[in-house]
């Protein structure tokens, strides 16, 4: 579940001609934590324009750099010690193990100000066909919007359990990310 807003923007106090988000991620996440609820924050979800993706990891043993084989992990299994005689390097990484693609779960809630110059509002067929939100929480990104160029948005996305709670606290939620 993503909602998505406009950045209120201010001067930048030391770079002249340069404007930045009053409130920074960091200050809306401790505000959206504390007075609405957690932010998604699984490296393991991706929220993007076409789904919400999940993805799983397996954990692989390289030794020396090089995927390691079945017999190689065999031998060190049986004498672990094998590793320190041979000054062998045994590293143990997190890979991708399958990415899947669920658009049943995908809800977007654009604020009110989400205006684009001709007075229309934003919606999601107007971000780039690629476009990843991520997860957690997203201040003050220039995005591509389809009829207006760049715009300055920023988006939190939740886990879709805090769905209700989210929505019953949503005026709040705009006023920390607009305000």
Request: glycine share 4%; charged share 30%.
């Amino acid at each position: 579940m993503i909602y998505i807003f406009k950045t209120k923007l201010e001067k930048h106090p030391e770079i002249k001609g340069k404007l930045r988000a009053v409130k920074d991620a960091n200050e809306c996440k401790e505000l959206v934590e504390t007075d609405i609820s957690p932010i998604e924050h699984s490296n393991k979800v991706r929220n993007t324009k076409s789904g919400r993706r999940v993805m799983t990891f397996k954990k692989v043993k390289y030794i020396d750099g090089e995927l390691a084989s079945n017999q190689q992990l065999e031998a060190l299994e049986r004498n672990p010690d094998l590793q320190f005689f041979d000054k062998t390097k045994v590293e143990e990484r997190e890979e991708l193990e399958l990415d899947t693609l669920d658009t049943s779960q995908m809800e977007v809630t654009f604020s009110d100000s989400c205006i684009k110059p001709d007075g229309t509002t934003i919606t999601l067929d107007d971000f780039p066909d690629d476009f990843s939100f991520g997860n957690g929480i997203t201040v003050a990104s220039s995005v591509p919007i389809k009829g207006a160029g760049m715009m300055v948005l920023s988006w939190v996305c939740f886990n879709d359990t805090e769905k209700t709670i989210v929505k019953e606290k949503k005026i709040q939620l705009q006023n920390i990310m607009e305000n």
